[in-house]
């Protein structure tokens, strides 16, 4: 199917930069929100990614101009009627989300697709609610979505085989890097990205490192910034409610770090509040330290700080990942790559376990699990891997194969 014009539903942080990327591949795109001020705050985002390009000598203006003139500002649905896809982006809410989409099916046409950019809900459930649960996908874009390449393509129990493809060639029209993922808690990145973040706050507050030593390890390891740093910029509430859902679905193993809770239940919610981790704003006190001393007063486990304790989980999360057939391998290091930063010379995070060895890999997690228990439970399929001689680039075989 060719998609000749697009929809965007919700015009904030990530919608407007979705339709920004939809204009830049020449397509033209509706962008609705609940009122005027909403669409044009949306607009002005968009037209703020232009026109930085332009600044940089990328684009011209009249290139910026007809750009912006793809973008057709909406507060309703009537210029939907003719849309082949539609994505939304309205706060992370089921109901909200179910409404959106019925909604929309008594305006748009029969073989239109809803995809949903939802970070952590379920697309079954989402797409039970409409007339064409066969045409409802994921369609989960990473922050900020003008830049990061990935996109996670998420089937429901029943998405079609023929809707999946056609967004697959959809995202790829758009210059992303698609990778498809099957329906599970937090998808793929995130599913494997919670367990690092958590655990460098369980290390932050277990007093092992400071703030900065910690996400000087994980820069000093190629990453483009440290784990602190990144909860920072994605918003401590978004991250937290996201790992509220990993915890209901995979249990013990992603219990969150209580200082997680204290910054969030203090408004400390990262970059955009001005203070999270880091503080921002000179008017915000730095109370880091004093939440620290607090938890630790309720919980004083005091441990070490290494950068394969914060590391090694993602690894155990992606052979679970791999053993649920979440994705292939392959795919796994592509969407680290793609959708994290993780060090493209590494080959993802997969390709790096091969290269440590899966043997020493495996010793070390059941260390730490002695240690910390149930988030470094090592996963049956490493140990079956190690078991079978499986060991990574030493012996030829591993999560890939090998000479
Ligand atoms: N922010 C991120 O880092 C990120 C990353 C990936 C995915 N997501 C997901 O993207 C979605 C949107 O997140 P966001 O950060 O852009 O939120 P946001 O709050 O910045 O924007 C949501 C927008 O939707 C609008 N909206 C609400 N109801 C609407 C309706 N009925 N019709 C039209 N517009 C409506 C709101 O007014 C708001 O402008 C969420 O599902 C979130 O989980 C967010």
Redesign the pocket.
Known sequence: MFIYKAGV????????EIAQVITYAGLPVVL????QE?VQ??MERIRSIYKRRVEKGKMTQSDMDAKLALVIPATDYESFRDVDMII?????KME??K??FQ?LEKVIGEGAILA??????SISEMAAVTKRPQKVVGM????P?AVMKLVEIIPGLATSQETVDDTVLFAESLRKIPVRVNECAGFLVNRLLMPYLNEAAYCLQEGGATREEIDKAATDFGLPMGPLTLVDQ??ID?CFDVVQVLLQSYGNRMQPAPIWGKLYQSGYLGKKSGSGFYVYDADKKDRLADWIREVQNEKSKKSKFSLDRIIYPMVNEAALCLEENVASASDIDLAMIAGTGFPQEKGGILRYADEIGLDVVLARLEELYKEHGDRFWPAPRLKRMVGAQFLGKKSGRGFHIYG
Do not use: R
């Open positions: 539903v919700g015009a904030g942080a990530m919608g407007s609705k929100d609940i009122n909403l705050k949306g939304e982006a309205v706060p992370e909200l989300k409404k959106v909604e949903s950019n939802t970070s952590a809900l989960h874009f990473f922050f979505a994605l918003g978004i």
